[in-house]
């Protein structure tokens, strides 16, 4: 009996083993189809377990391996994607703040201020203000009316 018990704690220790090498091999390829998920669906509300769902493996194990391969968490990863997309409207597009705001899923257009002024230093309306001095008069875009 103690040898079948030894045995089995051995075979159990072994396969255990392969699961915790299994994981800790997450490719580089699997981690691109995340970011493309992310770059594909960052206007929506993704989350966690969304994405998670998506690849078939639990939240948890995906904000681990998130981490580890981009060096930030996944939420911290999806505000800068939103931010750097408002940055690029702001700049090239006479679309009015609050439709940005609501173009990246952020609920409140006053909350969505408060973050784009927490990550670049500044409220979206200066920052659009700021790229327009810098960037020449024949790089401007017309003027386009928007509807709320």
């Known amino acids: 009996l103690y040898l079948l018990q030894s045995w089995i704690f051995k075979v159990l220790d072994h ?5 915790v090498q299994g994981q800790q091999g997450f490719s580089e390829n699997e981690i691109n189809v995340i970011l493309n998920y992310l770059e594909k669906n960052y ?6 377990e969304e994405v998670a769902d998506y690849l078939k493996i639990s939240p948890f194990y995906l904000s681990k391996i998130f981490k580890k391969h981009t060096g930030v968490n996944f939420i911290d990863y999806i505000t800068n994607l939103k931010i750097e997309k408002a940055k690029e409207l702001l700049e090239f597009t006479e679309m009015p703040v609050v439709n940005i705001a609501i173009e990246l899923s952020f609920n409140e257009p006053n909350y969505f201020t408060r973050v784009f002024r ?6 979206p309306s200066k920052y659009r203000e700021t ?4 960037v020449p008069e024949a790089a401007k875009v017309r003027e386009i009316k928007w509807y709320v």
């Open 131 to 134: 790229m327009r001095e810098a």
């Open 15 to 19: 396969v255990f083993n392969g699961i």
């Open 43 to 48: 206007h929506k509300k993704v989350t966690l």
């Open 118 to 123: 927490k990550n670049v230093g500044m409220t």
